[in-house]
C-alpha cells in the first residue's frame, strides 16, 4: 500500500485538497489502488501552530511518504514575519530536505481551452511544453546571503552558485524526459553575462556530444521568455536553474489559458516526490469555492506516473479533466462567453463522476 503525505497548507489548500480526497476515494473504487494517508502542517498555518514553515514531524512524515502531495503555501497575513519564519521556507526546506532537486512543470494547452488563452489560438493550439528546472541549488540556496550595511546604507545580497554535478543531474534529466517526448532539449541560461551560467552551457554541451540522439539547443533566458508568447510551440523540453525556470514556467503557465490549469512534480533522484499545483493559495477566494481544483487533481495524475508507477490511472485522471471540459464547465479563472461557470466543488465531482463513468 502506498502512503501518501497530504499537506493542505494555506488559502485554497484545504478546498482543492478536499477535491482530491475525493479523487483518491473514486481511483480506490475504480482501480482497487489504495493509499495510506497522513496529514501534515507546512507554511502560514504550521507557523501558526508550530511556530515554523517546516515542522521536523512534518519532515519525517515525507521521508516516509512514496509522494507528497501539496496544496499551497502563503498569504498577506504572514508577509511581515522574519523571513525565516515566512511561509516560503516551508516550501524550500522541504526541496531541499527530501532532495527534489527536478521540477517538471508541463505546460499543456486543453483544446478546449484554447479561447481561454491571452494569446491568438493559432500561436498556442496544440502547445506541448515540459519546463525542468533545478529546485535545490541557484541563488535561492547559495551562500552567502543576507543584508547588511556599509556607510550607514543596507544592502541585500544573494549568491547564485551551481556546481557540476548538480548541473550534470538535472540536464540529464532534460535529456532523458527530451528522448521520451520530441527529442529536443532546449538549455536556458545567461552565459553571455553570468560565470556560473558559462560553466553551464560549457556542460551542456558536453552532454550534448554525449547524447547524440536529442537535438540539444541554447537559448538566453531574456530570449527564451520572449520566444515562449511569440511562438511557444517550437519548444519540446527546455532545462534551466532555478531562478530562470521559476520565472519561465510562470510565463508558459499563461499560455494554457489560466495558471490554474498546471500542475508540477518535484522529484528526487530515489523517485520519490511532492506534487502540486503551480497556482499559488489565492487568499482572496479561499472559502467562496471558486478555486480550480484541476491543477491538483492533474498534479495527482503526475504523481501516479513518476512516483506510484501506475501510469494508467494517470491517463485515466487526465482523461476525466478532459472530458469535463468538453462538458463545457469552468471554473471562473478559465470561464469564457457559451461554457458553464461552476465552483470548486462541483468542478471536482464532475471530474470523479467521468473518472468512474469511464471505468
Not at 6 to 27: R, S, W
Not at 152 to 177: C, P, S
Not at 303 to 309: A, N, P, T, Y
Request: hydrophobic residues 45%; glycine residues 12%; charged residues 20%.
Amino acid at each position: 500500500m502506498s502512503k501518501i503525505l497530504v499537506l493542505p497548507g494555506d488559502g485554497i489548500g484545504n478546498e482543492i485538497m478536499a477535491e482530491a480526497a475525493k479523487l483518491f476515494t473514486a481511483i480506490e473504487q475504480v482501480f482497487g489502488f489504495q493509499c495510506e494517508f497522513e496529514r501534515g502542517l507546512i507554511g502560514g498555518i504550521a507557523v501558526d501552530e508550530t511556530g515554523t514553515p517546516l515542522p521536523d514531524q512534518t519532515v519525517e512524515l515525507a521521508k516516509q511518504a512514496d509522494a507528497v502531495l501539496l496544496g499551497a503555501v502563503g498569504g498577506p497575513k504572514w508577509d511581515n514575519l522574519e523571513r525565516h519564519l515566512r511561509p516560503e521556507r516551508g516550501l524550500l526546506g522541504m526541496r531541499s530536505a527530501l532532495g527534489l532537486f527536478a521540477n517538471l512543470r508541463p505546460a499543456i494547452l486543453f483544446p478546449q481551452l484554447a479561447a481561454a488563452s491571452t494569446l491568438k489560438e493559432e500561436i498556442v493550439a496544440g502547445l506541448d511544453i515540459l519546463i525542468i528546472r533545478e529546485l535545490t541549488g541557484g541563488i535561492y540556496f547559495g551562500e552567502p546571503r543576507g543584508e547588511r550595511k556599509e556607510n550607514g546604507k543596507r544592502i541585500g545580497f544573494n549568491t547564485m552558485v551551481y556546481g557540476e554535478d548538480e548541473i550534470v543531474r538535472i540536464l540529464e534529466a532534460g535529456f532523458e524526459a527530451a528522448r521520451k517526448r520530441g527529442g529536443r532539449l532546449c538549455s536556458v541560461d545567461k552565459a553571455n553575462v553570468l560565470d556560473v551560467s558559462g560553466l553551464w552551457r560549457e556542460v551542456a554541451i558536453e552532454m550534448g556530444e554525449k547524447n547524440p540522439d536529442v537535438e540539444l539547443s541554447h537559448m538566453y533566458v531574456d530570449n527564451a521568455a520572449m520566444q515562449l508568447v511569440r511562438a511557444p510551440k517550437q519548444f519540446d523540453v527546455m532545462v534551466t536553474g532555478n531562478l530562470f525556470g521559476d520565472i519561465l514556467s510562470d510565463c508558459a503557465a499563461m499560455l494554457t489559458g489560466s495558471i490554474g490549469m498546471l500542475p508540477s512534480a518535484s522529484l528526487n533522484e530515489a523517485g520519490a516526490g511532492m506534487y502540486e499545483p503551480v497556482h499559488g493559495s489565492a487568499p482572496d477566494i479561499a472559502g467562496t469555492d471558486q478555486a480550480n481544483p484541476l491543477a491538483t487533481l492533474l498534479s495527482m495524475a503526475m504523481m501516479f506516473r513518476h512516483s506510484l508507477s501506475r501510469a494508467d490511472i494517470g491517463d485515466a485522471i487526465e482523461t476525466a479533466v478532459s472530458s469535463v471540459l468538453d462538458q463545457g464547465l469552468r471554473t471562473g479563472d478559465i470561464f469564457t462567453d457559451g461554457t458553464q461557470k461552476v465552483g470548486t466543488v462541483q468542478m471536482g465531482d464532475a471530474v470523479v463522476a467521468a473518472l468512474q463513468g469511464a471505468g
